[in-house]
Every structure is written in structure tokens, then in C-alpha cells.
């Protein structure tokens, strides 16, 4: 590659800009992966601690489904009376670039219930408030892996290209200034010697 750059004041130049451009290129891609690395492994623990709470909160809300059933029979009349779910909302948020989903629901149980409370008895008031906890985790915990996945191929995208720069562009670039440097400093020195010849003729 070198071999082929003409060398000229000119070339030295760009190939001396296209080097800092490519230093620069290559530690900004070193720090976007490292922000993410460090925003992915905070998501992986916090995904890792709901995935091992998700299987008994869901556990204990079906327990207390199965608690209300035996109290209360068949609840078609009382489900009926359940609106359709609507209150998920899906936004995004930038980290280096990369779109992460972050995804909210209307989780209080601050107002009144959405059933009749003279149709249930409190067993259906424990497996009401155990869902509603099930639904917040599986909420964050879809968040949390959709942004985690993101993140890998994020990483993995920018780690390719920090490569790139670092093995193959930067060395190029490298070997092409080398190259161009050399040359011009040895038609400087063929110029000097042919001056002090044409000097040294002068003279006589």
C-alpha cells in the first residue's frame, strides 16, 4: 500500500491528518465501549436478581389465585368486569448512541381496585396485588433484556471497528507516512549533494 502513495509534501500532509483522525477515531470507539460494557454489566446484575425473584412472585400470585378460586368458584362475572390492558408505554433513551427501550406501566394500586369489591373476598385481593407485582417485573425485566441485547450488538459493533482502526488502518496509515517520510528526506538529501557538486564546480 505504501508503495503506491506518490510522496509529496502534499500526501505527508493528509496522510499525517488521516493518522490523527484515525488516533482520535480509535479512542473515542475505546471509550463508547467501555461506557457500554459498564451500562451492560449494571443491566446483566439488576436482570439477574429479577430473574431470580420472577419465578416465585409469579408462584405466589397462582397460589393465590388457586386460594380465591376455592372462595369464590369460577370468576368469569368477575373478569368480565376487568378493563382491556392498555397502560404499557414504550419511550427509548441514548447511551452512546444506542436506542435502549424503556418501557412503563401504570402499576399503583393506589386507587380504588378495577373489580367490584362486593363480588371478591380478600384472597382475591392478595393474588390482585400479587399479579399487579408479577406484571411490574416481567415489565422491567423485558426492558432490562431487550436493552442488554442491544447492548451486545452495540459492543460487539464497536469493538470491530476499534480493531479495524487499531490493527489495520492506523498501522497503514503508519507505514504511508514511513514511507513518504523517507523518500522526502532522501531527495533532500540527493538535492543538498547535487548543490554542494554544483557548488564545489562553481568554485574551480
Known amino acids: 500500500m505504501a508503495e503506491q502513495i506518490f510522496p509529496t509534501k502534499g500526501n505527508l500532509i493528509k496522510i499525517k491528518r488521516s493518522l ?7 479512542d473515542l470507539m475505546d471509550r463508547k465501549r467501555s461506557v457500554l460494557v459498564r451500562e451492560m454489566v449494571s443491566m446483566v446484575d439488576a ?9 416465585r412472585v409469579y408462584s405466589e400470585a397462582y397460589r393465590a389465585l388457586e386460594y380465591a378460586n376455592m372462595t369464590l ?4 362475572t368477575i373478569a368480565q368486569t376487568f378493563p382491556v390492558e392498555n397502560s404499557l408505554k414504550l419511550s427509548s433513551r441514548s447511551v452512546m448512541s444506542v436506542e435502549l427501550p424503556k418501557v412503563s406501566a401504570e402499576l399503583s394500586l393506589a386507587d380504588r ?8 373476598s380478600s384472597e382475591f385481593d392478595k393474588a390482585y396485588i400479587k399479579f399487579n407485582r408479577a406484571k411490574e ?10 436493552s442488554i441485547y442491544r447492548l451486545a450488538v ?17 498501522p497503514r496509515f503508519q507505514s504511508q507516512l ?27
Open 137 to 146: 417485573i416481567t415489565v422491567r425485566l423485558a426492558e432490562l433484556e431487550n
Open 47 to 55: 436482570a439477574r436478581e429479577l430473574r431470580g425473584e420472577i419465578d
Open 73 to 76: 368458584g369460577v370468576m368469569n
Open 113 to 120: 381496585p378495577q373489580y367490584p369489591m362486593t363480588l371478591t
Open 178 to 204: 514511513k514511507f513518504i517520510s523517507g523518500a522526502l528526506e532522501e531527495k533532500e538529501r540527493e538535492e543538498f549533494s547535487r548543490q554542494k557538486v554544483i557548488k564545489a564546480k562553481k568554485m574551480n
Open 154 to 170: 452495540a459492543i460487539k459493533k464497536t469493538q470491530k471497528r476499534a480493531n479495524a482502526l487499531k490493527n489495520i488502518i492506523i
Open 20 to 26: 490523527m483522525q484515525a488516533r482520535l477515531g480509535y
